[in-house]
T-cell receptor
Framework: DQQVKQNSPSLSVQEGRISILNCDYT??????FLWYKKYPAEGPTFLIS?????DKNEDGRFTVFLNKSAKHLSLHIVPSQPGDSAVYFC???????????FGTGTQLKVEL | DAGVIQSPRHEVTEMGQEVTLRCKPI?????LFWYRQTMMRGLELLIY????????DSGMPEDRFSAKMPNASFSTLKIQPSEPRDSAVYFC???????????FGPGTRLLVL
Protein backbone atom coordinates (compact mmCIF):
# COMPACT_ATOMS: atom_id res chain seq x y z
CA ASP A 1 0.00 0.00 0.00
CA GLN A 2 1.91 2.98 -1.37
CA GLN A 3 0.57 6.10 0.33
CA VAL A 4 2.91 8.41 -1.58
CA LYS A 5 3.15 7.76 -5.29
CA GLN A 6 5.49 9.06 -7.94
CA ASN A 7 4.14 7.54 -11.12
CA SER A 8 6.93 8.69 -13.41
CA PRO A 9 10.11 6.72 -12.75
CA SER A 10 12.09 8.97 -15.07
CA LEU A 11 12.00 12.36 -16.77
CA SER A 12 14.28 13.90 -19.37
CA VAL A 13 14.44 17.67 -19.90
CA GLN A 14 16.64 20.02 -21.88
CA GLU A 15 18.89 22.45 -20.06
CA GLY A 16 17.17 25.78 -19.50
CA ARG A 17 13.64 24.36 -19.74
CA ILE A 18 11.24 23.66 -16.90
CA SER A 19 11.25 20.33 -15.07
CA ILE A 20 7.98 19.27 -13.44
CA LEU A 21 8.00 16.34 -11.06
CA ASN A 22 4.71 15.02 -9.76
CA CYS A 23 3.61 13.30 -6.59
CA ASP A 24 0.23 11.98 -5.43
CA TYR A 25 -0.78 10.86 -1.96
CA THR A 26 -3.70 8.92 -0.57
CA UNK A 27 -3.58 9.62 3.16
CA UNK A 28 -5.71 12.68 3.96
CA UNK A 29 -3.94 13.00 7.32
CA UNK A 30 -0.72 14.10 5.63
CA UNK A 31 -0.17 17.78 6.34
CA UNK A 32 3.50 18.37 5.63
CA PHE A 33 5.33 17.57 2.43
CA LEU A 34 8.96 17.59 1.43
CA TRP A 35 11.14 16.93 -1.57
CA TYR A 36 14.54 15.28 -1.27
CA LYS A 37 17.21 15.01 -3.93
CA LYS A 38 19.57 12.08 -4.26
CA TYR A 39 22.79 11.75 -6.23
CA PRO A 40 24.32 8.32 -6.96
CA ALA A 41 26.22 6.76 -4.04
CA GLU A 42 24.94 9.45 -1.67
CA GLY A 43 22.04 9.70 0.73
CA PRO A 44 19.02 11.90 -0.04
CA THR A 45 19.28 15.57 0.95
CA PHE A 46 16.47 17.96 1.81
CA LEU A 47 15.42 20.31 -0.99
CA ILE A 48 12.17 22.11 -0.20
CA SER A 49 9.05 21.67 1.91
CA UNK A 50 5.46 22.89 2.14
CA UNK A 51 2.83 22.87 4.83
CA UNK A 52 -0.79 22.03 4.05
CA UNK A 53 -1.83 25.57 4.99
CA UNK A 54 -0.04 26.81 1.90
CA ASP A 55 -0.44 26.02 -1.77
CA LYS A 56 2.94 27.23 -2.94
CA ASN A 57 6.48 27.56 -1.62
CA GLU A 58 9.37 28.96 -3.58
CA ASP A 59 13.12 28.77 -3.06
CA GLY A 60 15.22 30.10 -5.87
CA ARG A 61 14.78 27.91 -8.95
CA PHE A 62 12.62 25.45 -7.01
CA THR A 63 8.88 25.82 -6.41
CA VAL A 64 6.55 23.30 -4.83
CA PHE A 65 2.81 23.46 -5.48
CA LEU A 66 0.23 21.69 -3.34
CA ASN A 67 -3.32 20.87 -4.43
CA LYS A 68 -4.99 19.42 -1.34
CA SER A 69 -8.31 18.66 -2.99
CA ALA A 70 -6.54 16.55 -5.61
CA LYS A 71 -4.00 15.18 -3.09
CA HIS A 72 -1.30 16.19 -5.50
CA LEU A 73 1.92 18.10 -5.30
CA SER A 74 4.50 19.03 -7.86
CA LEU A 75 8.05 20.32 -7.91
CA HIS A 76 9.00 22.83 -10.59
CA ILE A 77 12.62 23.53 -11.43
CA VAL A 78 13.21 26.60 -13.61
CA PRO A 79 15.55 26.81 -15.38
CA SER A 80 16.80 23.23 -15.25
CA GLN A 81 20.55 22.72 -15.08
CA PRO A 82 22.70 19.62 -15.70
CA GLY A 83 23.58 19.57 -11.99
CA ASP A 84 19.88 18.99 -11.24
CA SER A 85 20.17 15.48 -12.69
CA ALA A 86 19.36 13.25 -9.73
CA VAL A 87 16.60 11.15 -8.20
CA TYR A 88 13.89 13.23 -6.55
CA PHE A 89 11.83 11.78 -3.71
CA CYS A 90 8.54 13.16 -2.51
CA UNK A 91 7.79 12.63 1.19
CA UNK A 92 4.92 13.33 3.58
CA UNK A 93 4.21 13.35 7.29
CA UNK A 94 1.03 13.56 9.37
CA UNK A 95 0.26 15.63 12.44
CA UNK A 96 3.83 16.56 13.26
CA UNK A 97 4.63 12.91 13.80
CA UNK A 98 7.98 11.23 13.55
CA UNK A 99 7.22 9.14 10.49
CA UNK A 100 8.10 10.37 7.04
CA UNK A 101 6.60 8.38 4.16
CA PHE A 102 8.51 8.48 0.89
CA GLY A 103 7.56 7.83 -2.70
CA THR A 104 9.50 5.63 -5.10
CA GLY A 105 11.42 8.51 -6.66
CA THR A 106 11.74 10.07 -10.12
CA GLN A 107 15.05 10.05 -11.99
CA LEU A 108 15.52 13.46 -13.61
CA LYS A 109 18.02 13.83 -16.42
CA VAL A 110 18.81 17.33 -17.65
CA GLU A 111 20.43 17.19 -21.04
CA LEU A 112 22.66 19.78 -22.68
CA ASP B 1 30.65 17.78 11.28
CA ALA B 2 31.25 14.52 9.40
CA GLY B 3 27.57 13.88 8.85
CA VAL B 4 25.87 10.53 9.35
CA ILE B 5 28.41 7.73 9.04
CA GLN B 6 27.48 4.25 7.88
CA SER B 7 29.55 1.12 7.58
CA PRO B 8 30.18 -0.90 5.61
CA ARG B 9 29.42 0.93 2.37
CA HIS B 10 29.08 -2.33 0.48
CA GLU B 11 28.33 -5.83 1.73
CA VAL B 12 28.13 -9.02 -0.28
CA THR B 13 27.11 -12.12 1.62
CA GLU B 14 25.59 -15.51 1.09
CA MET B 15 22.07 -16.47 1.96
CA GLY B 16 21.77 -17.57 5.56
CA GLN B 17 24.60 -15.43 6.86
CA GLU B 18 24.23 -12.76 9.50
CA VAL B 19 24.63 -9.16 8.36
CA THR B 20 25.24 -6.20 10.66
CA LEU B 21 24.96 -2.63 9.43
CA ARG B 22 26.30 0.21 11.54
CA CYS B 23 25.41 3.86 11.91
CA LYS B 24 26.82 6.86 13.75
CA PRO B 25 24.31 9.74 13.77
CA ILE B 26 25.14 13.43 13.80
CA UNK B 27 26.11 14.57 17.27
CA UNK B 28 23.21 16.28 19.03
CA UNK B 29 20.49 14.68 16.92
CA UNK B 30 17.96 12.88 19.07
CA UNK B 31 16.12 10.88 16.39
CA LEU B 32 17.56 8.07 14.29
CA PHE B 33 15.91 6.29 11.40
CA TRP B 34 16.68 3.18 9.36
CA TYR B 35 15.34 3.17 5.79
CA ARG B 36 15.58 0.64 2.99
CA GLN B 37 15.55 1.64 -0.67
CA THR B 38 14.32 -0.66 -3.42
CA MET B 39 13.17 0.08 -6.95
CA MET B 40 9.67 -1.20 -6.30
CA ARG B 41 8.95 0.44 -2.97
CA GLY B 42 11.26 3.44 -2.86
CA LEU B 43 12.42 4.48 0.59
CA GLU B 44 10.70 2.45 3.30
CA LEU B 45 11.00 3.30 6.98
CA LEU B 46 12.07 0.22 8.92
CA ILE B 47 12.41 1.59 12.46
CA TYR B 48 13.09 4.82 14.27
CA UNK B 49 14.47 5.75 17.67
CA UNK B 50 13.89 8.81 19.82
CA UNK B 51 16.51 9.46 22.49
CA UNK B 52 17.85 5.91 21.93
CA UNK B 53 14.43 4.32 22.52
CA UNK B 54 12.74 2.40 19.68
CA UNK B 55 9.46 4.15 18.95
CA UNK B 56 8.04 2.39 15.93
CA ASP B 57 9.35 -0.81 14.37
CA SER B 58 6.24 -1.59 12.34
CA GLY B 59 8.25 -1.31 9.15
CA MET B 60 10.65 -4.09 10.08
CA PRO B 61 9.80 -6.79 7.55
CA GLU B 62 10.26 -9.88 9.68
CA ASP B 63 11.71 -11.24 12.87
CA ARG B 64 14.92 -11.75 10.96
CA PHE B 65 15.48 -8.00 11.28
CA SER B 66 16.49 -6.36 14.53
CA ALA B 67 17.86 -2.94 15.46
CA LYS B 68 19.53 -1.52 18.52
CA MET B 69 20.69 1.85 19.72
CA PRO B 70 22.82 1.28 22.82
CA ASN B 71 23.80 4.95 23.06
CA ALA B 72 23.26 8.30 21.37
CA SER B 73 26.16 7.84 18.96
CA PHE B 74 25.67 4.33 17.63
CA SER B 75 23.03 2.09 16.12
CA THR B 76 23.01 -1.28 14.40
CA LEU B 77 20.63 -3.04 12.05
CA LYS B 78 21.03 -6.80 11.99
CA ILE B 79 19.62 -9.34 9.56
CA GLN B 80 19.84 -12.97 10.63
CA PRO B 81 19.56 -15.06 8.55
CA SER B 82 19.85 -12.99 5.40
CA GLU B 83 17.92 -13.81 2.22
CA PRO B 84 18.35 -12.68 -1.40
CA ARG B 85 15.21 -10.51 -1.16
CA ASP B 86 16.96 -8.43 1.51
CA SER B 87 19.26 -7.06 -1.19
CA ALA B 88 18.79 -3.29 -1.18
CA VAL B 89 20.42 -0.05 -0.10
CA TYR B 90 19.99 0.59 3.61
CA PHE B 91 20.11 4.17 4.82
CA CYS B 92 20.51 5.52 8.30
CA UNK B 93 19.31 9.06 8.96
CA UNK B 94 19.26 11.34 11.97
CA UNK B 95 17.44 14.55 12.82
CA UNK B 96 16.90 17.07 15.56
CA UNK B 97 13.71 19.09 15.66
CA UNK B 98 12.38 19.09 12.12
CA UNK B 99 12.19 17.13 8.90
CA UNK B 100 14.32 19.79 7.23
CA UNK B 101 17.08 18.67 9.56
CA UNK B 102 16.81 15.02 8.50
CA UNK B 103 20.23 13.99 7.28
CA PHE B 104 20.92 10.70 5.56
CA GLY B 105 24.10 8.71 5.55
CA PRO B 106 25.61 7.49 2.27
CA GLY B 107 23.91 4.10 2.62
CA THR B 108 25.04 0.48 2.71
CA ARG B 109 24.50 -1.45 -0.51
CA LEU B 110 23.70 -5.03 0.50
CA LEU B 111 23.76 -7.95 -1.89
CA VAL B 112 22.69 -11.35 -0.62
CA LEU B 113 23.57 -14.17 -3.00
Amino acid sequence: DQQVKQNSPSLSVQEGRISILNCDYTNSMFDYFLWYKKYPAEGPTFLISISSIKDKNEDGRFTVFLNKSAKHLSLHIVPSQPGDSAVYFCAASAGGGNKLTFGTGTQLKVEL
Amino acid sequence: DAGVIQSPRHEVTEMGQEVTLRCKPISGHNSLFWYRQTMMRGLELLIYFNNNVPIDDSGMPEDRFSAKMPNASFSTLKIQPSEPRDSAVYFCASSSASWESLYFGPGTRLLVL
